[in-house]
């Protein structure tokens, strides 16, 4: 069952992402980029990471695409973009560059041979062994409990999320000072 | 016949975030529209949080998915300030095509 929806959502995705990166329309590829994501939302439901998915749908395919989307109308590029002024013969090489790169990086999943004792990737089979914030004894569905991720999140990694907030405000006071209507053009 | 596993492994999460992390590069390299080059950022982005997502269930451990949250705090600064520069770019070019945009100078 697991299988059978990470395989349609799977399939679902790359659609998507080839549609969004082959539709020549900037408002089609983010409306493909709204669906790409809902599909991460159920892979990450899927691995058990519950808030994470949450924060997907509410961050991602809510607060960054709706921006995104605002941008597009307001700068109304949804026209098909033009061909190419310079660099156009460089293009095939773009489509082989990507191809072999994700293959590259699929082989170290194949090369694993899809096994259980034949994988490459070490399986940990004492969950109580190593240091670090190791579940005791849950399985993989129990990992991304809200409760779990919040007392990660505010003990081990308090610092970086401290940080974190000051990069946000750095950020809108960039992006402020970046679209603000220039009184005297210089 | 194929035997199905019941939980999906480790590996065909990974194959999948290599897979549309190479579609997500293929956009920066093909695309001219800064906007679609930057819609293809993001999918690369979430490409390597599947990853991340991946193994922190492969190794039972929740940091990969504390560093997910804060990737995803970064790619909402990311966009603010990157929108804000494609915005302020339209508006002395009245365009969002990176070919128009090759020089330094504004």
């Known amino acids: 069952m697991e299988f059978v929806v990470f395989a349609v959502f799977a399939a679902i995705s790359v659609t998507a992402a080839l549609f969004m990166v082959l539709q020549r329309n900037a408002m089609y590829s983010a409306l493909f980029l709204v669906l790409n994501f809902f599909c991460f939302a159920v892979f990450f439901i899927l691995l058990g990471a519950y808030f994470l998915a949450v924060v997907q749908v509410a961050v991602y395919a809510g607060a960054i695409m709706v921006l995104m989307l605002f941008v597009i109308m307001l700068l109304n590029v949804a026209y098909p973009e033009p061909p190419d002024k310079v660099l156009g013969f460089l293009r095939p090489f773009g489509v082989v560059t990507a191809v072999v790169f994700a293959a590259v990086l699929a082989g170290v999943g194949f090369g694993s041979k899809m096994g259980e004792n034949a994988s490459i990737l070490p399986r940990i089979s004492d969950p109580t062994s190593g240091a670090g914030i190791i579940l005791k004894g849950v399985g993989a569905a129990e990992a991304g409990h809200v409760q779990e991720v919040a007392a990660t999140l505010f003990s081990r990694y308090l610092f970086p999320f401290e940080v974190t907030s000051v990069l946000l405000l750095a950020a809108i006071l960039g992006a402020s000072v970046l679209v603000r209507k220039r009184t005297e053009h210089a | ?106």
């Open chain 2, 1 to 106: 016949m194929m035997n199905f596993p019941t939980t999906v492994p480790t590996e065909a999460y990974l194959i999948l975030s290599a897979v549309l992390f190479g579609i997500g590069a293929m956009g920066v390299m093909l695309r001219k529209s800064a906007l679609t080059m930057f819609m293809s950022v993001e999918l690369m982005l979430n490409a390597v949080n599947l990853s991340f997502v991946a193994f922190a269930r492969h190794f039972g451990r929740l940091d990969g998915q504390i560093i997910v949250f804060f990737v995803m705090a970064v790619a909402a600064a990311e966009v603010a300030v990157g929108l804000a520069i494609i915005v302020d770019i339209f508006r002395s070019r009245r365009s969002v095509d990176i070919d128009d945009v090759n020089w330094l100078r504004g």
